[in-house]
């Protein structure tokens, strides 16, 4: 295959051929920048894994400070009814297009309080629309990073210019 071949996406001049989905899905899957919060046991995990020893800059992931700057939010501990006003609030404040990671059983179906738990929303889908699911009680940082990749994984199957975003509204929200 000669350089010149349309199958050929790298030249010998340094260009790259590709359609503008993948270039605008490349850049939006290498910079998910996370909102900073946490609500339980699960955020130590987070944190732990936003630490050097994982460093997860090198998929271009980026705690930042308000819902503002961010377009992914982790929802890592136990969602309560009195928190579920605010983490809405938050999500409605993030950039758009916006991706939801839910980290732990707590986030997913309420975890240990799924039973009695009168206080405990039982998954916080049922507030928000949510990505990826990462199972464990707490789930280590490991598979947060699984998390991140599974969705780094949907982003490149978006279809951002024809309207087929990732994110849907779930029907049965609270
Ligand atoms: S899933 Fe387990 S570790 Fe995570 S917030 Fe709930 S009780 Fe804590």
Redesign the pocket.
Known sequence: MNASSPTNKSGDHGIVLLRSEELLNWSRESSLWPLTFG???????MMGSMASSYDLERFGIFPRPSPRQSDIMII???VTYKMADRIRRLYEQMAEPRYVIS??????CG???WQHGYHVVKGVDKIIPVDVYVP????RPEALIDGFLKLQEKIRQEKPLTGTALTGENPERL
Do not use: D, K, R
């Open positions: 609500l339980a046991c699960c955020a130590i995990e890592s501990g136990t980290m732990g059983s707590c986030s997913n975890g240990p309080y464990g009680c707490p789930p």
